[in-house]
Structures are given as structure tokens and as C-alpha cells.
């Protein structure tokens, strides 16, 4: 058995969630969507993902195009589209969590995992407990039942990850509920190192300005974007209250036409990020393995093209803006690897117009299939 055969073969069968490294390293014949089979194996950037069981292989996406590299990093933070992880912490390996639980799993992948295959915002639940920042799905706030942990071996990842990648951009989106008095959090973001990364409040525009450039937060080493649902946390601590600066889709298909409670409605233009939750509602209601660390036949019924088009339709009939970050559960079960292929789409309608990102190297303009006309795209050669 050939060595990329091999490693499909193991991880589409038996460690599908954990072979990230290898997936991206194999070189076989097989292009995004063709079904591998014994005699060759998926090629660069590939890797082998099970549709519908596990003999039913094919090759998906494992990882976004980096518009900074394709274009350039010369444009402002918010002309860019962003793939971002609901609950990123929560993952069945338990990294984060001293009960050794498996409770309210939304991620297959750690956070290392999920920064190298692309995703650049985690959304993270935080509290007060024992003094320090933990991380929190669905528990008890009071007495940390069910909680996953502190998040400073979360914070040391992200801080590794941007140290290890010096031109590369990282957001939290951190639903809040930690004591501002207590500069709890920015004394964890000192622990972990993350501090000298932050960017600051001060350079945030206000009003539906645009950014600084990305080079220039690059340059500055300002590479850590981080927002707070806790609006007392930007006067007394400096971390940037959420909806001063952005709108937000109520999370689930079934609501997706609809703003996020605490957001101002989706055609607010005085607000210079999107953020665009995404999960199948119907699938979520019909399958009682949706948070399931052992059933791995669930990637077309979470991640799907429908993805896509579902973005197409709100750009259409709500917002006229296309979203900058984009969130999603379990970023590797995906069909054909949609939700890569929706951040190339998003960063090709910011960055050209085009369909896909990939595109954009061409040097002119796409004709899109949607009525793009309010959207202002920014082109350049390159």
C-alpha cells in the first residue's frame, strides 16, 4: 500500500479528526471531490473525508487560500473574510477540560489544529472561576460543573500560533461574563504572552470606517483582534465591546435572516464587520449525534454547499454586505470542504468580485451572479 494511500485510508477509517499534518502532505492523483480509492491517493491540500460512511471516501479541502499571500495584505483588516469556530475550546480531547468529559463537543480539532488548517477567529465562552478565566459551554457559572477548563492553555496555543506565524492575524470573540474589576482576563492574556500581540482599542474605527491595513497591524505586531460582550471591559480594560463594531446573524439557518439579539439589524452599515453564524438547524433537530465525538457520517449534513448559496441569499435579499468572518461547528466535516471553499468565495467577492479568491489573480474584475453593485470592491495588480 502506497503512502498516501496509507494515509487516507487511516484517516478517513480511524483518526479522521486528528491527521492534519500528513492530509495536507499527501500527493496522489485525486482531485477535490473525486472518491480515492486503493491505487492512489488525494493530492496536495486534499485530504480524504467520509460523505456518507465509512467506505464512502472523497477527497475534501483542508485548507482556505490565504488571500494575504494570493493578493496582498495591503488593504484594510475589514476587507477581508475570516473562517471562525463556534465554542472553538470545545472539542472531544479533552485539552482544555479537567473533568474529562466529552459535554457539548462543537470542534473535532484543537486550536493548533484549527489555526493551521486555516480558521483565524475563535469564539469562546469565558467566566470567573477559582480566581482565574475559564472556559464555559453550557455550565454552571457559579460552580464550574460541566466547564472546560482554564483558558490559559488555550491562550498559550493562540500565542504560539502567532509567534510561530508572524504575518498571520487571529481573533476572539469572547462571550464574557469574567469581572472587569478584576482585570481577570488581562492578567490571563499576560500569563499567556498574548498581551504584547494586542491590538489596541485606540486604532478600532468607529462609524463604518475601515481598518488599518493588515500590513500595518502586521508590521506593529498589533496581530491579536480581540472583542468582548462585556461593554463595561472597553472603558475599564480596553477590550473592544463587540457591537460598537460589528453585526451579527442569529445563529442557525432556521433564523438566518435575522440579527444576533445584542446586533444592530444586518443592513447597519455603521459597523464595519459581519460576523455570519451558520448551522443547519434541520440536521441539528433530526440527528441526535450532531454533538457526537464518535459519528464521523455527519459532514455533508453540517458543512454543505447549501453554505455557500445561503450566503449568496442574504447578501441578496438582506444585508448587501458580505461577511468578514464566517462561523461554523466542526470545520473538517464538510462536503468537498465547502466551508474553505466559502472563505475563498467570500475573500474573492471582498477582494474582486469573483467567485472564488483564486481568481483574483488575473487582474481584472469578475462578472458576478449576484447583484453586487452596493458592494464596494477594492482591485489592484499584483
Same mark, same amino acid.
Given at each position: $500500500?502506497?503512502?498516501?494511500?496509507?494515509?487516507?485510508?487511516?484517516?478517513?477509517?480511524?483518526?479522521?479528526?486528528?491527521?492534519?499534518?500528513?492530509?495536507?502532505?499527501?500527493?496522489?492523483?485525486?482531485?477535490?471531490?473525486?472518491?480515492?480509492?486503493?491505487?492512489?491517493?488525494?493530492?496536495?491540500?486534499?485530504?480524504?473525508?467520509? !460523505?456518507?460512511?465509512?467506505?464512502?471516501?472523497?477527497?475534501?479541502?483542508?485548507?482556505?487560500?490565504?488571500?494575504?499571500?494570493?493578493?496582498?495584505?495591503?488593504?484594510?483588516?475589514?476587507?477581508?473574510?475570516?473562517?471562525?469556530?463556534?465554542?472553538?475550546?470545545? @472539542?472531544?480531547?479533552?485539552?482544555?477540560?479537567?473533568?474529562?468529559?466529552?459535554?457539548?463537543?462543537?470542534?473535532?480539532?484543537?486550536?493548533?489544529?484549527?489555526?493551521?488548517?486555516?480558521?483565524?477567529?475563535? $469564539?469562546?465562552?469565558?467566566?470567573?472561576?477559582?480566581?482565574?478565566?475559564?472556559?464555559?459551554?453550557?455550565?454552571?457559572?457559579? @460552580?464550574?460543573?460541566? !466547564?472546560?477548563?482554564?483558558? =490559559?492553555?488555550?491562550?498559550?496555543?493562540?500565542?504560539?500560533?502567532?509567534?510561530?506565524?508572524?504575518?498571520?492575524?487571529?481573533?476572539?470573540?469572547?462571550?464574557?461574563?469574567?469581572?472587569?474589576?478584576?482585570?481577570?482576563?488581562?492578567?490571563?492574556?499576560?500569563?499567556?504572552?498574548?498581551?504584547?500581540? =494586542?491590538?489596541?482599542?485606540?486604532? $478600532?474605527? =468607529?462609524?463604518?470606517?475601515?481598518?488599518?491595513?493588515?500590513?500595518?497591524?502586521?508590521?506593529?505586531?498589533?496581530?491579536?483582534?480581540?472583542?468582548?460582550?462585556?461593554?463595561?471591559?472597553?472603558?475599564?480594560?480596553?477590550?473592544?465591546?463587540?457591537?460598537?463594531?460589528?453585526?451579527?446573524?442569529?445563529?442557525?439557518?432556521?433564523? $438566518?435572516?435575522? /440579527?444576533?439579539?445584542?446586533?444592530?439589524? =444586518?443592513?447597519?452599515?455603521?459597523?464595519?464587520?459581519?460576523?455570519?453564524? *451558520?448551522?443547519?438547524?434541520?440536521?441539528?433537530?433530526?440527528?441526535?449525534?450532531?454533538?457526537? @465525538?464518535?459519528?464521523?457520517?455527519?459532514?455533508?449534513?453540517? /458543512?454543505?454547499?447549501?453554505?455557500?448559496?445561503?450566503?449568496?441569499?442574504? *447578501?441578496?435579499?438582506? !444585508?448587501?454586505?458580505?461577511?468578514?468572518?464566517?462561523?461554523?461547528?466542526?470545520?473538517?466535516?464538510?462536503?468537498?470542504?465547502?466551508?474553505?471553499?466559502?472563505?475563498?468565495?467570500? /475573500?474573492?467577492?471582498?477582494?474582486?468580485?469573483?467567485?472564488?479568491?483564486? !481568481?483574483?489573480?488575473?487582474?481584472?474584475?469578475?462578472?458576478?451572479?449576484?447583484?453586487?453593485?452596493?458592494?464596494?470592491?477594492?482591485?489592484?495588480?499584483?
Amino acid at each position: $500500500m502506497s503512502y498516501s494511500r496509507f494515509v487516507c485510508f487511516i484517516v478517513a477509517s480511524v483518526f479522521y479528526n486528528v491527521i492534519v499534518s500528513s492530509i495536507a502532505s499527501s500527493n496522489g492523483e485525486c482531485q477535490l471531490k473525486d472518491k480515492w480509492g486503493f491505487d492512489k491517493g488525494c493530492d496536495i491540500g486534499l485530504y480524504c473525508s467520509n !460523505s456518507s460512511n465509512t467506505f464512502d471516501q472523497q477527497c475534501a479541502k483542508s485548507v482556505f487560500s490565504n488571500p494575504f499571500k494570493i493578493v496582498n495584505n495591503s488593504l484594510p483588516f475589514n476587507k477581508f473574510a475570516f473562517l471562525t469556530s463556534h465554542n472553538s475550546y470545545a @472539542t472531544h480531547t479533552m485539552s482544555y477540560s479537567t473533568k474529562g468529559g466529552f459535554y457539548g463537543d462543537n470542534e473535532d480539532t484543537s486550536i493548533t489544529q484549527q489555526l493551521n488548517s486555516g480558521v483565524r477567529a475563535l $469564539m469562546l465562552n469565558i467566566f470567573d472561576y477559582k480566581g482565574d478565566v475559564w472556559l464555559c459551554h453550557g455550565c454552571d457559572y457559579k @460552580t464550574g460543573l460541566l !466547564s472546560h477548563g482554564p483558558a =490559559l492553555g488555550l491562550f498559550n496555543e493562540v500565542e504560539a500560533f502567532l509567534t510561530s506565524n508572524s504575518y498571520e492575524i487571529v481573533t476572539l470573540i469572547l462571550e464574557d461574563r469574567v469581572d472587569a474589576e478584576k482585570n481577570t482576563l488581562g492578567k490571563a492574556f499576560d500569563a499567556s504572552g498574548l498581551t504584547k500581540y =494586542l491590538f489596541p482599542l485606540s486604532k $478600532m474605527p =468607529l462609524y463604518g470606517e475601515d481598518w488599518p491595513l493588515v500590513k500595518d497591524m502586521v508590521i506593529a505586531n498589533q496581530r491579536l483582534v480581540v472583542f468582548s460582550s462585556s461593554k463595561s471591559k472597553q472603558e475599564s480594560e480596553g477590550i473592544a465591546y463587540q457591537w460598537n463594531f460589528m453585526v451579527e446573524y442569529k445563529f442557525g439557518s432556521d433564523g $438566518m435572516h435575522t /440579527n444576533h439579539g445584542w446586533s444592530l439589524k =444586518l443592513n447597519n452599515t455603521s459597523k464595519s464587520l459581519v460576523l455570519f453564524n *451558520y448551522a443547519d438547524s434541520k440536521q441539528k433537530k433530526k440527528n441526535k449525534n450532531y454533538h457526537s @465525538t464518535f459519528d464521523f457520517t455527519l459532514p455533508k449534513e453540517i /458543512n454543505t454547499k447549501d453554505l455557500i448559496s445561503t450566503i449568496k441569499m442574504c *447578501y441578496t435579499s438582506i !444585508s448587501k454586505r458580505w461577511p468578514n468572518f464566517i462561523a461554523v461547528d466542526y470545520g473538517k466535516r464538510t462536503d468537498g470542504g465547502a466551508v474553505f471553499e466559502a472563505v475563498d468565495f467570500l /475573500n474573492g467577492k471582498l477582494l474582486c468580485g469573483c467567485e472564488d479568491v483564486n !481568481s483574483c489573480q488575473n487582474g481584472s474584475l469578475c462578472t458576478s451572479d449576484v447583484d453586487d453593485e452596493s458592494q464596494n470592491h477594492i482591485w489592484f495588480n499584483v
